[in-house]
């Protein structure tokens, strides 16, 4: 218990990386499979994360934003599997990168992970160069900002859209300024909406991929279902006890032990397997999707 308190603290990227160091110093458990457990926990995590969602707002912030947060995501996705096959990599590591720069970093990947039936090592390494991504953007894309001389409403956007995961986006949201902030958040909410059609889509991609069958029965991720319900609770429902904070809290929490598990099932070998591929991928879906969302809110 005093592990998962401790790693509870840790932000999403320093628990992967713990639990990485810990398998390359050999101190995985084999008592148990982590990655297994990791599978079975996210589920419950991400049920636990809709308690954090405000629907109202996240609709109402989209606004005039949505046709650019649309275009962003289906390009990235797009991108992603284009170029996974022009370097002949994993279509599956690809479509976890894709949808973890396309939407909200790691809590896309996990989401979509069990969906596609992606394996421990795909996850820990699509998680690992958007964590690395998301260090950089934290400390970048203020400095680009003040560079630029973006507005208070232009960088809360860019940032919402940009950078992968929403600890990243309230940090180098919160280092540009107090409107930026709140706009940033809010509409990084509404962005992370669209993980459940994404992992619907995924899944039936998967099914359709697996199965090459005429006729497909889609089945929907239980997590999805529970996620669903959970934000539609707590955004219809006054809680005057504060206790939906105190879930989405644990979940966030929960979340982040899952990673610390995930990283304790990658292994030096796995990461060398992999090569440079990932990386390279990623850094071009960033860059296209820091781009071309920057333009966009210059010029619109």
Known sequence: MAVVAGVGLLSSPYALLLG????????SPTHFN???????????????????????????????????????ML?????????????????TTAHLIGSGTAICGGSAIAAVGPAIRARSDQMALALAVVFILNSVALLVFPLIGRLLELDQLTFGLWAAI??????SVVGAAEAFGDEALQIATTTKLARALWIIPLVLLSAWWYQRSAQKQKRISVSVPWFIVGFVATAVFASYFNDTSSIFGSLFELGKRLLVFCLFLIGLSL????????????????????LFIATSSLLWLLNF
């Open 20 to 27: 990485f160091i810990g398998a390359g110093f050999g101190l």
């Open 34 to 72: 982590p990655a297994q457990w990791a599978k079975h926990l996210l589920g419950v995590a991400i049920v636990l994360l809709g308690f954090g969602v405000h629907l109202p707002s996240a609709m109402q912030v989209t606004g005039d934003a949505l046709g650019l947060m649309v275009m962003s």
């Open 75 to 91: 390009a990235t996705l797009a991108l992603a599997l284009l170029l996974a096959k022009a370097m002949r990599m994993e279509l």
């Open 162 to 167: 940009a950078i992968h995961d929403t600890s």
């Open 267 to 286: 292994t030096l070998k796995r990461v060398r397997a992999a090569g440079l591929k990932p990386m390279i991928l990623a850094i071009i879906l960033w």
